[in-house]
């Protein structure tokens, strides 16, 4: 998906001119130092930013960790060197200097990477708590599960679905509007296959 890389490349770059630095004359150890990380993770901060723009159409930007290390270590397969969680939240802290969007958020007992500047409130997370469960939730069931009315189960579902972080699906047979959301689903493979 190189139509995928565009939009960070041109970011880089617009970051770089402002910043009065030729990206081609500069090599790694400038952005290193910049950043405060070693080469192992200046490589994997810029994995990381591929594979979240990669699976940002897939997910809506906010990627489960676990998918996330998944899909490094495939990218990765020919390193010698393995890819811990705890290595992509060290090479995840240091994006954050590159400005918003990077950030690891707890949804119940999971970690997701967040590669989009949407803030989540306290009803998005509740939200993706309870969307755990089956991958999916329907107004009712936030209405009922939360004790929440239904303007604000539809608020902050419109809102999530707003973002991108949620997908519609009209088509099953007791008529009922299911909000999916894929960061929260199984990992699946299938997105793997597109990085």
Known sequence: MI?????????FHEMC?????????SNKGFWAELLGIGDFYYELGVQIVEICLATRSHNGGLINLQE???LLRQKRKTDREAVSEDDCLRAISKLKILGSGFEVISVGKRKLVRSVPTELNKDH?????L??????????EVEGRLSW???R?????????????????DGHKDGKRRYWFPCVSSISSSVGADI
């Open 68 to 70: 996330l290390c998944m």
């Open 149 to 151: 009315t239904s303007g």
């Open 153 to 169: 189960a539809t608020d902050a579902l419109d809102t999530l679905l707003d973002e991108g972080l949620a997908m519609i699906d």
């Open 17 to 25: 001119a402002k910043v009065g630095v030729d990206p081609l004359a």
């Open 131 to 140: 969307a755990q469960a089956q991958g999916y939730v329907t107004v009712d």
């Open 125 to 129: 997370n509740e939200i993706l708590e």
């Open 3 to 11: 139509f995928a890389r565009t939009p960070f490349r041109a970011q």
